[in-house]
């Protein structure tokens, strides 16, 4: 059964750079959406970066933009969050999801919770000013 192994958050200034790792450990890496998360305590979980794995196609919410790239690595099952600049408000508990079923509808992976049934632990990012 497919889990999802997160790693490289932590803490960070403002103005540094971040990348996050998820790697797709014992199923089927490729023709999913997979998308990064966060959530900060009291707040909904925000997705933030979406990417195809079956084309690499990705989509980055607009208030992120510019600082968040994400990106995979098909050979490793691995796909990446890369934040530079760090900002505070990036601080939060990132995680990365699969979504449910394989392929998507129309150009982009979009970023309903609902659609993403595979969970990662989170990886927490503390961005200090």
């Known amino acids: 059964q497919a889990r999802l192994v997160e790693s490289g958050g932590g803490s960070a200034q403002t103005g540094g750079s971040l990348r996050l790792s998820c790697t797709v450990a014992?199923?089927?890496?490729?023709?999913?959406?997979m998308g990064w998360f966060r959530q900060i305590p009291g707040k909904e979980r925000e997705g933030v970066a979406s990417i195809d794995t079956y084309d690499g196609s990705t989509h980055v919410i607009d208030s992120v933009k510019g600082r968040f790239t994400i990106s995979q690595d098909e050979s490793k099952s691995t796909i990446y969050l890369q934040i530079n600049p760090l900002k505070p408000e990036d601080t939060a508990m990132y995680y990365c999801?699969?979504?449910?079923?394989?392929?998507?509808?129309?150009?982009?992976?979009?970023?309903?919770?609902?659609?993403?049934?595979?969970w990662g632990q989170g990886t927490q990012v503390t961005v200090s000013s």
């Open positions: 014992g199923g089927i890496y490729s023709s999913y959406c």
């Open positions: 999801a699969r979504r449910a079923q394989v392929g998507r509808r129309g150009p982009i992976c979009t970023l309903e919770r609902n659609l993403y049934s595979l």
